[in-house]
C-alpha cells in the first residue's frame, strides 16, 4: 500500500545517466514524467524525449520566477533533484566554493521554488559520506570539500520541510550500470588514477556498498512514494571489499595487471604526491586523497541493503530491487574502454 498519490513527477535532471533511468522507471509504472534538458543533450534521445514532456533551458541560469513558472505548468505531485557533480569531479581551488554553489546554493534554491510551485514531495539526491560523515561525527568533513558540501546540502533542503512540503535524501554509493551515449566518470576519475602503474594498489581491509544504476532509479521511486519526511535513506544493493571490486573492475576492463593491497599510510604517502600536483595545477579535490587513503578507502563503509525495500515495502509498489551490480559493474567497464572490446 502506498502512502502518497503520485501521477505526475518533474526530474531536474531528467536526462542525466541517474535521472534517465529514474524517467524510466517511473514511465514503466504509468506515470507520467516532466523534465527539462539543455539544447544539445537529448540529441540520441528522440524515442525518450517522446514519452516525456521535455522543457529546455538550464536550471541554474534561470530565475526563481521562471523557475517556479516552470513547475506550476502542470500539477506535479513530486519533485526529484537529480543535479550536481559528484566527488570525481576535479574544480579550481578552492573546491569547498565549487561545491557550495552546485551542491548547497542551487539545490536549495531550486527545491525552494519546487515548494514555491505547491509540490508537495521533494527527493534530493544526495551521497551516502553524509551518512558516514554523521556516524563519525563530522569528521570526514572537516578534510574533505565534497563531503562538507553534501552535509550542508541535507541541512539546508531539509530546513525547507514542512507539513506540506516533504523533503527526503537519498545517499547513494558507488553506482554502476549501463550509460548511454556518454563515456563512465569511472575512467577519468578512478582508474586514470593507476595509469603507468605496474599494478593497482589501495589500502588494506577497505570496501563500500554499491548500486546499479537501475536500482538507484527503484530506490528512487520507492522513497517518492513511500519516503519519510526530513528523512535520509542510505541505499545500497550489495557490499564488496574493494580486493574484490577492484579487480573485478580491471577484469571486466580487460587489465591483468595485478591488485595490491598496502597499509592506509603507506597509501597516503603516495597521495600526497597527487594532491601537491593537484595544488600545481590550481585545482583541489573534493575529496583529499591522503586523507582518503586513511579515513574512507580503508574502511568498510557497508550499508545493509535489505533495510530499505523492507522498510518502504517495495514488494508492494512492484519494486523488485535485485538487479545485478556485476553486471552493471561489467557494463561500465566496457563502456569505459570500447576500443578493446
Known amino acids: 500500500m502506498t502512502k502518497n498519490q503520485i501521477k505526475k513527477v518533474f526530474i531536474a535532471g531528467g536526462t542525466g545517466y541517474i535521472g534517465y533511468y529514474t524517467a524510466l522507471k517511473f514511465l514503466d509504472m504509468k506515470i507520467k514524467v516532466s523534465t527539462i534538458a539543455l539544447d544539445n543533450e537529448i540529441d540520441n534521445l528522440d524515442w525518450f524525449s517522446n514519452k516525456i514532456d521535455i522543457s529546455f533551458g538550464n536550471l541554474f541560469e534561470m530565475t526563481d520566477t521562471e523557475i517556479v513558472q516552470l513547475l506550476k505548468k502542470d500539477e506535479f505531485d513530486a519533485f526529484i533533484y537529480a543535479l550536481g557533480p559528484d566527488d570525481r569531479v576535479l574544480p579550481d581551488a578552492p573546491a569547498i566554493d565549487f561545491f557550495r554553489e552546485k551542491l548547497v546554493k542551487q539545490a536549495t534554491r531550486i527545491c525552494e521554488c519546487a515548494k514555491e510551485a505547491k509540490i508537495k514531495r521533494c527527493v534530493v539526491l544526495g551521497s551516502y559520506f553524509s551518512h558516514f560523515d554523521k556516524l563519525e561525527n563530522g569528521e570526514l568533513s572537516k578534510y574533505h570539500p565534497y563531503i562538507k558540501a553534501r552535509r550542508e546540502q541535507e541541512e539546508n533542503v531539509m530546513m525547507l520541510a514542512d507539513d506540506k512540503f516533504d523533503v527526503m535524501i537519498v545517499e547513494l554509493p558507488y553506482i554502476f550500470g549501463k550509460p548511454f551515449g556518454r563515456k563512465p566518470l569511472w575512467r577519468d576519475s578512478f582508474l586514470a588514477n593507476f595509469d603507468g602503474m605496474k599494478y593497482v594498489a589501495l589500502p588494506k581491509g577497505g570496501g563500500t556498498a554499491v548500486i546499479d544504476v537501475r536500482g538507484v532509479a527503484e530506490a528512487i ?121
Do not use: H
Not at 595487471?257 to 585545482?283: H, N, Q, S, T, V
Not at 561489467?330 to 574502454?337: D, F, G, N, P, T
Open 221 to 341: 521511486v520507492g522513497i517518492t512514494f513511500n519516503g519519510e519526511n526530513k528523512k535520509c535513506y542510505p541505499v545500497s544493493q550489495d557490499n564488496f571489499e574493494f580486493k574484490k571490486l577492484v579487480p573485478m573492475m580491471m577484469e571486466f576492463s580487460k587489465d591483468d595487471r595485478p591488485y595490491k593491497e598496502f597499509p592506509a599510510f603507506l597509501c597516503a604517502m603516495g597521495a600526497k604526491k597527487r594532491d601537491r600536483a593537484i595544488k600545481k595545477m590550481g585545482k583541489e579535490s573534493g575529496l583529499l586523497s591522503s586523507k582518503l587513503m586513511t579515513q574512507i578507502q580503508n574502511k568498510q563503509l557497508f550499508i545493509d541493503p535489505t533495510v530499505l525495500p523492507n522498510e518502504l515495502n517495495f514488494k508492494e509498489l512492484g519494486l523488485k530491487f535485485d538487479q545485478d551490480v556485476t553486471q552493471g559493474i561489467k557494463e561500465s567497464m566496457e563502456a569505459c574502454y570500447p576500443e578493446r572490446f
